[in-house]
């Protein structure tokens, strides 16, 4: 059982490590990042119970809109309103980077959880495609959706809205694509290769971006 649970949550801290130490001017107080990792791992069971229920009910036809369309928008949902109504006007963000640090958080959170569920359930033979996989793909939804959120923070009063649309956007449209490469039983292999490397491309360049934004506002203030 410890294996197991070492194995569920060793992709997501190694992840999450990477952004934190990345953060050069000033680390997040640890407490509050702990504290939005809880809430991604506690949403994960309501998350699993809404999707349960659907799928028992049948309550789209669809396998596709049920399992790609409705799952992505919930996942990504859940995680953008939580970031929204607990975080985002929290004392300790200070600075854009620390949206990439919330998005991760909360994102790593629920996928530890739907990770460690997944392994209890199957074993571990799957951990190593997983952590390539679900785990990694969560977190960079999360860095996204920390990108955009941070931006929206530190933006003029006009521009905040846009930015905190495409906060919940964003992630919604690449969770999509995710899942739908996923739903193509003969060709996901061939697809996700070249989507989990332009997903990987795409969040570090929001990483750099909100660094080098962060490091101009500091700027401005000396």
């Known amino acids: 059982m ?10 997501g801290l190694a992840l999450f490590s990477y952004l934190y130490l990345r953060k050069q001017f000033s ?19 309501p998350i ?12 789209f036809n669809s396998f596709f809109f049920t399992n790609v369309i409705f799952t ?20 300790e ?16 959170g629920f996928a530890t959880i739907e990770n460690i569920i997944y392994l209890l359930t199957f074993g571990t033979d799957t951990a190593f ?10 977190a960079l939804f999360g860095v996204v959706m920390g990108y955009y959120i941070g931006r929206a923070k530190f933006a003029a009063k006009t521009n905040q809205k846009g930015f905190l649309f495409f906060a919940l956007f964003a992630p919604f449209v690449l969770h999509l694509i995710y899942n739908g490469i996923l739903a193509i039983q003969d060709l996901w292999l061939y697809l996700i290769i070249p989507f989990m490397q332009f997903l ?12 080098t934004f962060t490091m101009q506002q500091m700027k401005k203030k000396i």
């Open 200 to 211: 990987w491309w795409f969040g570090l360049t929001r990483v750099k971006y909100a660094h």
């Open 129 to 138: 495609i997983r952590a390539l996989l679900p785990v990694s793909s969560h």
């Open 72 to 91: 992505s928008g919930l996942e990504e949902f859940f995680k953008w309103f939580i970031l929204i109504l607990a975080i985002y006007r929290h004392v």
């Open 2 to 11: 410890l294996i197991l649970l070492t194995v569920g949550i060793a992709p």
């Open 48 to 59: 699993l119970f809404i999707q349960h229920v659907f799928e028992e009910e049948e309550i």
């Open 93 to 108: 963000f200070e600075d854009a980077y620390d949206g990439i640090l919330y998005g991760a958080s909360i994102s790593l």
């Open 27 to 45: 680390k997040e107080p640890s407490r509050t990042l702990f504290h939005t990792f809880l809430y991604g791992a506690i949403m994960t069971f």
